[in-house]
C-alpha cells in the first residue's frame, strides 16, 4: 500500500491564481481531511469527508473548495490564492465509524503565495 | 466545537529524564485522544491513543493517562533519548462525529545529551 499520497511537494503561486492539491488513499478509508500548519498554531482543519459525495466544512474553510466523486480522492481547490495560504497543507484519512479512529497523514505539500 | 489547549509550547530537557505534556479539552462527551509526534520535515505519526474507557495506557517507554473529570490528558516520556525531540500534538475527537480531530498547538520538545 502507497497510503496518503500527496501532490505537489512544493509550489509557489502568485496572488489570485488558482490551483489544486491532490490527495489520494489506497486503505479504502471512509473518512478524509484536509489540515493546514502554520507555526505556533497546530493542525487546523480545513474540510473533510465522510465518503463518497459527502463534505463539511472545518474552522478554517474560507477559500478553500473540496469535493469526494471517489472514496480514494480528495482534492484541495485554491480559488483565489492569497499570501495568508501561505501554509503547509496535510491530507489524511481513517476508517471512521465504530472502527479505528487513526488518521494517516499524507507528506505534506509547501505551499508559498507571493 | 471541541477546543484543545496544550502546554508547554516548548520543552527541554536531559537525556534519560521524563518529559510530561499536558492538554485540556472542552467538551466533556468526546471519547478518543491521540497524541501525534512529528518530526523536522515530516508528517505527523500516531504515537499512542487512550478512549474515555480507559485511565492510562502505555507503550514501553510512552504513557498517555487520562482525567475525565479535569477533562485533561497527559503524555509522559520515560528515559527520553536525542531520537524523542519532535513536536508532539494532542487532539480529541469530535463527539458524534465519525474521526473529526481537534489539534493542540503543539509541543516542540528537545531533548540534549
Known amino acids: 500500500n502507497a497510503g496518503v499520497t500527496q501532490t505537489p511537494k512544493f509550489q509557489v503561486l502568485k496572488t489570485g491564481q488558482s490551483m489544486t492539491l491532490q490527495c489520494a488513499q489506497d486503505m479504502n478509508h471512509e473518512y478524509m481531511s484536509w489540515y493546514r500548519q502554520d507555526p505556533g498554531m497546530g493542525l487546523r482543519l480545513i474540510h473533510y469527508s465522510v465518503g463518497a459525495g459527502i463534505t463539511d466544512q472545518g474552522e478554517v474553510p474560507n477559500g478553500y473548495n473540496v469535493s469526494r466523486s471517489t472514496t480514494e480522492d480528495f482534492p484541495l481547490r485554491l480559488l483565489s490564492a492569497a499570501p495568508s495560504q501561505t501554509s503547509v497543507y496535510f491530507c489524511a484519512s481513517s476508517y471512521g465509524w465504530g472502527r479505528d479512529y487513526e488518521q494517516y497523514f499524507g507528506p505534506g505539500t509547501r505551499l508559498t503565495v507571493t | 466545537g471541541e477546543n484543545v489547549e496544550q502546554h508547554p509550547s516548548t520543552l527541554s530537557v536531559q537525556e534519560g529524564d521524563s518529559a510530561v505534556i499536558k492538554c485540556t479539552y472542552s467538551?466533556?462527551?468526546?471519547?478518543?485522544f491521540p497524541w501525534y509526534k512529528q518530526e523536522l520535515g515530516k508528517r505527523p505519526q500516531l504515537i499512542i491513543d487512550i478512549r474515555s474507557n480507559v485511565g492510562e495506557k502505555k507503550d514501553q517507554r510512552i504513557a498517555v493517562t487520562l482525567n475525565k473529570t479535569a477533562k485533561h490528558f497527559s503524555l509522559h516520556i520515560t528515559e527520553t533519548q536525542p531520537e524523542d525531540s519532535a513536536v508532539y500534538f494532542c487532539?480529541?475527537?469530535?463527539?458524534?462525529?465519525?474521526?473529526?480531530?481537534?489539534f493542540g498547538t503543539g509541543t516542540r520538545l528537545q531533548v540534549t545529551l
Open positions: 487532539a480529541a475527537r469530535e463527539p458524534g462525529t465519525a474521526s473529526k480531530l481537534t
Open positions: 467538551d466533556s462527551a468526546s471519547n478518543y
